[in-house]
DNA sequence: TTGTACGCGTTATCAC
DNA sequence: GTGATAACGCGTACAA
């Protein structure tokens, strides 16, 4: 019953031509006759017959898969990357390897070793927390040096020499601060997380020069670094009433989403007791009740640009000199409900 | 500065045997004397050799790969599904290629045509709208007709003979409908999607019975049919005035969110006028204020499975007698703040 | 115009 | 113990 696959080979013996002109006729060589190509073809066709793409593969050294790497796909950030490089790549007929490290180093250095192989053209990727945090960053130096392309996103480092596509973090977090300030805001505190994260980092500068640029003190007291993991409902509640804010920046969707629970659930008003802005425009914000204004980060965009560097520098190895380049995108502040 | 990936045939050439004892050194042949495997074992890792993936893929006829399509990656279950599936193809030695059909039948039928061609060693997926609607399968049976196993997952069809895994939609609806009921509502409405939607059905069938079981007459204009794409809040508030319900069910997560909203603007308290059961257990449900109740579906365990039958199966083809089964998930029904 | 021969990197069979 | 050879499916330089 299992009617099986066709190839070349099979062409050939039917028709009782060689494996080489099946080949060329299917691709429309001006070697074959008008005659055995439209007779090929139309047996082709009969048949369905399709390349095998590994055979195909291993002749070009080229698999038409690229492999995205990300720390977690239950993150609607990544999520949007994700079909961001899919739309990209299916249009430049790129199949798409998605592998999460789950923010473990370990699981990230596996999943790129496995698909270094010879599964993928090229590689996007977010590093992991555990690997922002070890900063060993062999695995990447491995691939490069390989001469395979690597693109990251997001969550960058200085070490490797390769394309990036980032926000500018310090950008985002300086206007949502300054926002905060122009509403007359006087005790804007700071939810993020640890400082291994580079993003992080950067969020709390832009927060820290919006302050200053505004005349105000920067409090370390008013900053508060939680770990990525499971949030603590409860760090966040003594946090808030230590602080007692007018206004929150957080550095991620959820933190903020869990603040303004806690302070609903206090009786608080939002936004006119207390605004709240925070990092990546995910579908939470969006739905939360008041509306959270967020700093949209446009994982989708971000994702097409990955793709676009990406199979640029596949398609174009020739490039000795790689002159490699970071794209930074504009993040935009979308108001909405939680902020005046 | 390229350091070029290594292959057996370098190491045969630098320590002067043939490729083949190269080959069974790094197997660990017993054909092959200790000192030689000795040798070649340390020139391998010396120098990181890998085995190409492409070359043992044509070898083998086994890729490694396994590729998963779904309709949205923007969506929490089919996040968590893949997770699953990520969770369990790792641990198994494969890789995960993710395609999204958005929805539309074409692209799902160009996703599976561009794996079917042996980038894959069989299929995960979830129907697309555009499928269900056209209920047009010719691309599945292609697929399971060349003896490439297929798993279909939550958004299924009978028309084709494969493995599946769902969860028991009319049991959670008629669960989560019963819940309502024992609460003393008298008015519940549901919210779903158009028929095509095989699970919609299915919830709309339990969310029936369990009226029917209490006795209560299910009136069709308590039923609104949304298109799934972007969802129409006039549509919603228009529904939610007309039948003054004091109990809500939603076959998905985002209309519920939508309805606690419009109610909520319209000074409605939830859930002591109005309860809202969901389905899809997702972070929106989770984070809304008040927590929204909802019906789990165990999108990971999903995955999980779904990865656990597709695998056998590639690893089994010797079956000649298919045996398909269907696998059933009980789903849950995870009680928050929006019913008592 | 068509066919032969070889290579892509690996593995398995068989001969030495 | 080791090595030559064929095969996986395709593409192409070269020969006929």
Redesign the pocket.
């Known amino acids: 019953m299992i009617k099986k696959k066709i190839?070349?080979?099979d062409i050939a013996k039917e028709l009782e031509?060689?494996?080489?002109?099946v080949?060329?006729a299917?691709?429309n060589s001006e070697?074959?006759?008008r005659?055995?190509k439209e007779k090929i073809q139309a047996f082709a066709r009969l048949y369905n017959y399709k390349?095998?793409n590994i055979?195909?593969s291993?002749?070009n050294?080229r698999t038409k898969n690229i492999g995205v790497i990300i720390p977690d796909i239950v993150h609607h950030f990544f999520t949007t990357v994700i079909r961001g490089v899919e739309n990209y790549a299916l249009e430049k007929g790129y199949n798409v390897i998605v592998c999460l490290s789950d923010e473990s180093f370990d699981k990230e250095v596996i999943n790129m070793e496995m698909l270094a192989n010879g599964s993928i053209d090229g590689f996007i990727m977010s590093l992991s927390a555990g690997t922002e945090k070890k900063k060993d960053f062999n695995h990447l130096k491995e691939v490069t040096d390989q001469g395979i392309p690597l693109v990251l996103f997001d969550r960058v480092t200085n070490e490797i020499d390769c394309d990036k596509v980032v926000i500018d973090d310090i950008q985002g977090a300086y206007v949502a601060t300054k926002k905060l300030i122009d509403e007359g805001r006087k005790r804007i505190v700071l939810l993020t997380t640890q400082d291994f994260f580079s993003v992080s980092l950067n969020r709390n500068l832009g927060y820290q020069k919006a302050l200053k640029d505004a005349g105000v003190k920067v409090k370390d007291d008013f900053i508060l670094k939680l770990p990525f993991m499971d949030v603590d409902d409860k760090a966040i509640s003594e946090f808030l009433e230590r602080t007692k804010p007018d206004a929150i920046l957080s550095t991620n969707e959820i933190f903020g989403i869990f603040a303004m629970r806690v302070l609903q659930k206090k009786g608080f008003e939002i936004p006119n007791d207390i605004s709240i802005i925070g990092f990546t425009d995910g579908l939470l914000a969006q739905h939360a009740n008041p509306a959270i204004t967020s700093v949209a980060q446009h994982g989708e965009k971000m994702g097409e640009m990955a793709a676009k560097m990406l199979i640029d520098r596949v398609e174009n190895e020739e490039d000795e000199e790689p002159n490699y380049q970071t794209k930074i995108i504009a993040p935009t502040l979308i108001e909405r409900e939680s902020t005046f």
């Open positions: 190839k070349l080979k031509v060689s494996i080489s002109t080949s060329k299917l691709k070697e074959i006759s005659d055995t390349p095998n055979a195909v291993l002749k050294k």
